[in-house]
């Protein structure tokens, strides 16, 4: 097929044009946080640090944060144990109902945030009668982040050449020193992004998390929904919104360096499904 | 998951290394041996696959299949109307009254039509983009590209919704460029809400499907144009029916993450009511989780009946 210079002009042109439809919303926001204008209204009316001041003196904005650095960590390390181990196991060894563990792990990102979020809520409180709490929302997040941080590890495990192992085996390391000194060093890259995609994860998620949330906690993704309709809350939900885009971005952006395997959209999809 | 090392199955277990119980411990790790779980571990893979399997089927089981199963229980249990507590009374009111009522078959309505329109919207504007990426640019764009498309993927799903409320503002980005067009803004809307998840779930639809361009080989498009086919036939007779399983799979990101969707609506809506605000409603203020369990079993079904359907186009091996 020889495309002639117009159409791959035009081509070009909606590729840039669809960029900047991607691009142009967020690029809004920032230049919001910055607006003294308290409406949004467009052009910027000028320039301000006003709501970036009171974001940072605002104990909300402060505890919110704490929480979702904590919910978030936290997950990702649960995350990070029963990741690896999984695929592990599903990666090394064949065993009855093995295809069924494969959906199950892919359940999560699968379904909806609401069903999941839903789900998950009925089971504490209707079925265990477990009070909503932190602990509520971070044993659901670990439960995606599993996914990020297994679909990372098995696809480095395929890469893998088993034949290392074997030999530090033969030479007489027991399990736990060969996992130690020969596979762990070779996941750990792996292992790297797949944790700081979880973290990511974990820390813009709101759906799972509206469900799961007890009455006193509130994620940085939470504020911003109850400070959203409030008028002179806006300009500081808007930097809280900016802060969100760069802390959920840049470990992102870390995770496809360190990480060679490609991107597969069922890996990517929980982003923001949740 | 087709690769597999040689000799890891249970079946032939030649245990990699394991060397029977003779091996004699080395000077160079001799703490190895003498630790006897990793000695006993050594000799059974079954031990070591337990091991390695216990703690997260154990958390997928109670935490997620549980908690899925126990969700469709619930849809058939009623809330007392004197104790606000869930009582556990078989009945399929839930079910029947979330079908039948028609404020709820209106609801559901749309949010299918949302979920529809969203998806057609995303397919149209991720195919060019798709192909301008894969077969037009060059190599050093290729990657630039991708990646531009794949960043704002990862921003925060909440982050892009509330940045649409910015953009469809009175007084707004929208109705600034509008204005001298003699355009308005559609405001907060249903029609607002399809424009933002479209938005929302658009680099979804962009990824698979340029994953599918990709494998369509340049050999295959010369040969149609050395046929004589002009662009356009080559696109709709050879590069389309190649394409076609990835745009499913694309189609099943937007269409299911659509369907679930109720903060989009909560935040650019106005009063437009999904599924989602049903459920989230039911949880929440009025307190009758049951009827919200009943409720999401409708995203629920028509998710399973599209991916039933959609099952044999290979679809589901493209996500």
Known sequence: MRLSRSAKTVLGIITALILLFIYAPLLLVVVNSFNTDRTFGWPPKGFTLEWWAKAFDSAGVREALATS????????????????????????????????????????????????????????????????????????????????????????LRRMNGRLEEASADLGAGVFTTFRLVTFPQLRSALLAGGLLAFALSFDEIIVTTFTIGAGDTTLPIWILQNLFRPNQAPVVNVVAVVLILISIVPIWLAQRLSADSVGVARVKAGSSK | MQLRQPGTGPGT?????????????????????????????????????????????????????????????????????????????????????????????????????????????????????????AKVATARWQKLLVVAVLMPLWASYLVKAYAWRNVLAEGGLLEWLGTPLGLSSPGYSETAVIITLAYIWLPYMILPI?????????????????????????????????????????????????????????????????????????VGAANNLPFAAAVSLIPIVIIMVYLFAVRRTGALNNL
Not at chain 2, 55 to 81: H, N
Not at chain 2, 94 to 102: G, S
Not at chain 2, 259 to 276: K, P
């Open chain 2, 210 to 282: 340029h994953a599918g361009f990709e494998k369509v080989p340049d050999s295959l498009l010369e040969a149609s144009s050395d046929l004589g086919a002009k662009p356009w036939t080559t696109m709709r007779l050879v590069v389309f029916p190649i394409l076609v399983p990835s745009i499913i799979a694309g189609t099943i990101f937007t269409f299911s993450l659509s369907l679930g969707d109720y903060i989009t609506a909560q935040i650019v809506g106005g009063t437009t009511q999904v599924l989602g605000t049903v459920v989230y409603a039911n």
């Open chain 2, 13 to 133: 277990q030649k245990a990699p290394g394991s060397g029977g119980g003779g091996t004699t411990a080395r000077a160079a790790v001799p703490r190895a041996r003498k630790n006897s779980l990793s000695a006993l571990l050594d000799r059974s893979p079954r031990l070591r696959l337990a091991g390695l399997l216990t703690a997260p089927a154990a958390w997928l089981g109670i935490v997620y299949v549980a908690a899925l199963a126990a969700l469709l229980i619930t849809a058939l249990w009623t809330v007392d109307s004197f104790t606000g507590k869930v009582s556990q009374t078989w009945t399929l009111d839930n079910i029947l009254q979330a079908l039948t009522d028609p404020v709820y078959q209106a609801i559901a309505l749309r949010t299918l039509w949302i979920a529809l329109a969203v998806t057609v919207i995303d397919a149209v504007l991720a195919l060019p983009i798709a192909f301008f990426i």
């Open chain 1, 69 to 156: 650095l904590w919910v978030a960590l936290v997950s990702t390390a649960i995350s990070l144990v029963l990741g690896t181990l999984l695929a592990l196991a599903l990666q090394r060894y064949r065993f009855f109902g093995r295809e069924g563990v494969n959906l199950l792990v892919i359940l999560p990102i699968a379904l909806p945030g609401i069903v999941t979020g839903i789900a998950l809520n009925n089971m504490f409180t209707t079925i265990m009668g477990v009070s909503l709490s932190m602990w509520t929302v971070i044993i659901a997040h670990a439960t995606f982040c599993m996914v990020t941080v297994f679909n990372n590890a098995i696809a480095r």
